[in-house]
Nanobody
Framework: VQLQASGGGLVQAGGSLTLSCAPSGKISTTDVMAWYRQAPGKQREFVAALIVAGPTNYADSVKGRFTISRDNVKNTVSLQMNSLKFEDTAVYYC?????????WGQGTLVTVSS
């Protein structure tokens, strides 16, 4: 499975950005799609996850600001990011857990200017 992430860019603090992840294959209701991020000099951290047929889960630092969702028609998973802060600056990675195997996208850079 290949994951194609897109949507990163430069945005001012307080602004919004939407990331999109497109898996090469169809994702099933038991799969988990997630976003992680890695800021310069820091370890990769969890951002949000979506169990395709179930609930969503968010890191405390993004709750209320970020929304992960799935588009069944386009077979994509998006991360809507609102009220962006300087500390949200990072490379964002799409992750898929399919049949207990982890797959990673190439990462997309989000830069928030203060």
């Amino acid at each position: 499975v290949q994951l194609q992430a897109s949507g990163g860019g430069l945005v001012q603090a307080g602004g919004s950005l939407t990331l999109s992840c497109a898996p090469s294959g169809k994702i099933s209701t038991t799969d988990v799609m997630a976003w992680y991020r890695q800021a310069p000099g820091k370890q990769r951290e969890f951002v949000a996850a979506l169990i395709v047929a179930g609930p969503t889960n968010y890191a405390d630092s993004v709750k209320g600001r970020f929304t992960i969702s799935r588009d069944n028609v386009k077979n994509t998973v998006s991360l809507q990011m609102n009220s962006l802060k300087f500390e949200d600056t990072a490379v964002y990675y799409c992750n898929a857990n399919i049949a207990n195997e982890d797959y990673w996208g190439q990462g997309t850079l989000v830069t928030v200017s203060s």
